[in-house]
């Protein structure tokens, strides 16, 4: 069992940045893939970033590519997602996500591959 607590949410101007912690439980974190997605109002849940649970790979929606770095800090037990040059259209709420990988260097890129979901963070783009 995992459980998974975001922080560092807010409001933050158009071209501002804002930096996400996903704390997640459990001793056996580094087998985990984990993920970033988040959701909009009146939208469905969209991948935004995710990384392999060894940390060596990475992939990103093309919508914040060049703009979000997602990293992870296995002896922490923490996942982040650095958000740069932040837009309007990045206005939702953002939610971590975990799988248990059997592959050290797979990237999940469907809601429904993930097994553990937190409860999400608000981050609104003012224009």
């Known amino acids: 069992q995992v459980q998974l607590v975001e922080s560092g949410g807010g409001l933050v101007q158009a071209g501002g940045s804002l930096r996400l912690s996903c704390a997640a439980s459990?001793?056996?974190?580094?087998?985990?893939?984990m993920g970033w997605f988040r959701q909009a109002p009146g939208k469905e849940r969209e991948f935004v970033a995710g990384i392999s649970w060894s940390g060596d790979n990475t992939r990103y929606a093309d919508s914040v590519k060049g703009r979000f770095t997602i990293s992870r800090d296995n002896a922490k037990n923490l996942v982040y997602l650095q958000m740069n040059s932040l837009k309007p259209e990045d206005t939702a709420v953002y939610y971590c996500?975990?799988?248990?990988?059997?592959?050290?260097?797979?990237?999940?890129?469907?809601?429904?591959?993930?097994?553990?979901w937190g409860q999400g963070t608000q981050v609104t783009v003012s224009s």
């Open positions: 996500a975990a799988v248990r990988s059997r592959y050290s260097s797979t990237i999940y890129y469907y809601p429904n591959d993930y097994d553990y």
């Open positions: 459990g001793r056996t974190f580094g087998s985990y893939g």
